[in-house]
């Protein structure tokens, strides 16, 4: 069985090329963090080529860019070639079957803005963390007053 499913965040914006007959085809790159790190390493742990058709790609297109976190599910291919000096080259792709997006653009947005969130005086960590995930804190002891008890 081959099946790969990764959460990571685009290196680059996605480069998509449309075939004579108009079908879409989307390569991107995607940064995989480290599950535990160690202090002084990067925390990226894979790259990974990854490559869409159809309306996968056209998706892709639309809606994804660099620095978009989102998870992908589909297989690895092994694409080799002859180089110009004779020699075989190997390298792996994750061809997409589907793309979701693994975080709320507010989220995203507020991912290229970390460094001036972390700035800001007065919120609490609840407030912040509620903020990130679009996620309300709901209180304890509440459950009287929910409709839906």
Same mark, same amino acid.
């Given at each position: 069985?081959? =099946?790969?499913?990764?959460?990571?965040?685009? *290196?680059?914006?996605?480069?998509?090329?449309?075939?004579?007959? +108009?079908?879409?085809? !989307?390569?991107? &790159?995607?940064? @995989?963090?480290?599950?535990?790190?160690?202090?002084?390493?990067?925390?990226?742990?894979?790259? $990974? %080529?990854?490559?869409?058709?159809?309306?996968?790609?056209?998706? @892709?297109?639309?809606? @994804? $860019?660099?620095? *978009?976190?989102?998870?992908?599910? +589909?297989?690895?291919?092994?694409?080799?070639?002859?180089?110009?000096? +004779? %020699?075989? @080259?190997?390298?792996? &792709? =994750?061809? =997409?079957? &589907?793309?979701?997006?693994?975080? &709320?653009? !507010? !989220?995203?947005?507020? %991912?290229?803005?970390? +460094?001036?969130?972390?700035?800001?005086?007065?919120?609490? $960590?609840?407030?912040?963390?509620?903020?990130?995930?679009?996620?309300? %804190? =709901?209180?304890?002891?509440?459950?009287?007053?929910?409709?839906?008890?």
């Amino acid at each position: 069985m081959n =099946i790969v499913i990764m959460m990571g965040r685009l *290196t680059r914006d996605p480069e998509v090329r449309y075939s004579q007959d +108009g079908k879409a085809f !989307a390569t991107f &790159s995607l940064a @995989v963090d480290k599950r535990f790190k160690r202090e002084g390493q990067a925390d990226a742990d894979f790259f $990974h %080529n990854c490559k869409a058709f159809g309306k996968t790609a056209e998706f @892709v297109e639309k809606y @994804v $860019h660099k620095g *978009t976190k989102v998870v992908i599910q +589909g297989r690895l291919q092994n694409d080799n070639y002859q180089a110009k000096d +004779g %020699n075989t @080259v190997y390298r792996d &792709s =994750i061809m =997409i079957d &589907s793309i979701e997006f693994a975080e &709320s653009r !507010a !989220a995203s947005q507020a %991912n290229g803005n970390q +460094g001036q969130q972390n700035n800001n005086q007065g919120r609490s $960590h609840q407030q912040s963390q509620a903020r990130r995930d679009d996620f309300m %804190n =709901i209180p304890d002891g509440i459950d009287e007053e929910l409709p839906f008890n």
